[in-house]
């Protein structure tokens, strides 16, 4: 059984997919009934039940087809790219739920992994089962899609500094 | 605008998200609620599979009947120490396993060949020695880490003849089946069986 921290931690995990908070706690709801429904035995249930939340809330964008599978191409990434150069965005304090809303659906879950859990780019690789290159590539258009926007946009919703 | 790096903000931003109360209540609920009902469903299947042990055991006793009764319950433990099903209560009190385990009609108790020892009781859960519904106890030894079962059930006299009797000074006896030690005694009302490795 989850304790109320447990619970806590995945509302969260799942508010920072769905970047919503009603959606976020149905999503959670509907992943912890089946969680039980399965009456199984795991050695980690926290990390279990944010598959199911994750598997769950990608079947439900499949479903409403939100999410845009795209082929990556590597070629034009530098060769030091990394998740860390995340960290040299500067953005507006207010700026957090526009950024996450603006972000895809399995851009938010790297966002998850790198902003709260603090992973690597090889740890959140190993996290999601794929390969390095796929989840550099989506970091690396991340970036530059974060970049383009909220700078175009800097006067009405605040900035991105390179 | 005050500005802050990228990790910082979306993190501050998640982590200041919270269930309310009422959400968490229901969570909770939801998690007794579906528990409860699995609990209820665990006890019938393990009421289902005493009955059908009982009508087996009208077949199974009269062509196996030239077997010792302390050889068939060792042989018997040993085979569910051996499956070493998963438990259905994980905890260090004895008393906690006999509130969970509401089925039983004894209370699981401490046996005095075991004071001081170094076994750790770990959990338990609901199975049967010779068609009677018993506890089985998984210990720990602290220094070895081996596992042990430990089944306890109710001491019938007619139906568990001629075994040990700890309070008229018996030792108790000792049979092996597949590779394991079983010793089995009667204390307290209660019919105690311990497997242990036979190089204890």
Known sequence: MFDKDDLQLLYRYA????????????????????????????????????????????????HKKIIQFENFEESDLPADFDVQTLEDLLVNENMAEKILQFLEPDEREIIYCWAIEGFSTSEIAIKLDKPKGTVLSKIYRMRKRLSKQFSKDSNMTGEIEL | MKKGNLKHIVREHIEEKSLSDNQLNSLMALQKKQNKKSIMQTRWVAVAAVLLLAVSNVFYFGSSSNLKLDQRIGSEVAKNHINLKPLEIQTSSIREIGQFLTELDFVPVESSLLKGSTKSLIGGRYCSIQGVTAAQLRLKDRKSGQIQSLYQTVYDEKKFPGLPLLKENQKPVTVYSKGLAVDIWVEKGILFALTHDINK
């Open chain 1, 15 to 62: 508010y920072s997919l769905t970047c919503d908070e009603h959606d976020g706690y149905d999503l959670l709801q509907t992943a912890l009934e089946k969680f039980i429904k399965l009456d199984i035995e795991v050695n980690q249930p926290v990390a279990y039940m944010k598959k199911i939340i994750y598997n769950r809330f990608i079947d439900d964008c499949r």
